[in-house]
């Protein structure tokens, strides 16, 4: 990892392998197939969004079917008390009286979300945790992110829990499914972005790093933070300052201040 935020040895673009044509993998991670979505936001939002299959199951209590848009989907409510959607659930699922099985939601791929550059986009390095990328999701869909890059493996399945916490911000918020983040940051070098690598240890601040540039915000797990060879391919790295003996903070809440930190000169 660089021990300064900033970093002027980036490769140039002929020596970057295939990145320059990268257009991101349409894959999934395992287990990505048809699942439950539950809570009220997480199911309105996506029998809203066109962008989705058709769904497979709907269930609802009398009051939540009350809510639903006339002829959803073409697909028959079934009118359950909240005991038995419950038990088609995971145990603890807080499904508010809806719950969604569906196909999962298409990824994007680099282009689509990266092209023209300006704005935001958010990169997560094996961020695993589901309540965290949801939380994510949900603060990304609040400052205006473009679109969110997770990894094809290390990463959770955009349902369940996820979809939960987001609250709606999956449907609204696109997402990418990268094989290898340091070929997608490439990737993004090559379409005019500048990546931001979130780092306690870095010397510089996020405020004194940032600018109004098209920005990538790169986040790493909370255990171990970024990756070296993913640090290694951002522009710079930077610190959220904290007082108070805290050396970290969680990484859907970092995420959120970086998100807002970054919003303000745009």
Sequence with gaps: ??????????????????????????????????????????????????????????????????????????????????????????????????????????????DAVATPAGGLILVLDQVTDPQNVGAIFRSAAAFGARAIVLQERHAPPLAGALAKAAAGAIERVPHVRAVNLSRALDALADRGWRAIGLDAEAPASLAETLDARPTALVLGSEGEGLRRLVAEHCDALARIPMAGGFESLNVAAAAAVALYEAARPR
Excluded: F, Y
């Design 1 to 110: 990892m660089s021990s300064s935020p900033e970093r002027n040895d980036r490769r140039p673009s002929q020596d970057r392998g295939r990145a320059s044509g990268w257009k991101g993998r349409r894959g999934r991670p395992a287990g990505d197939v048809a699942a439950w979505l539950w809570g009220r936001h997480a199911v309105l939002a996506a029998l809203a969004n066109p962008l989705r299959s058709a769904p497979i199951r709907l269930l609802a209590t009398v009051e939540r079917a009350r809510e639903l848009p006339v002829g959803t989907s073409g697909l028959r409510t079934e009118i359950l008390p909240p005991a038995e959607i419950a038990r088609a659930l995971p145990p603890g699922a807080a499904h508010q009286g809806l719950a969604l099985k569906t196909p999962p939601l298409e990824p994007s791929d680099i």
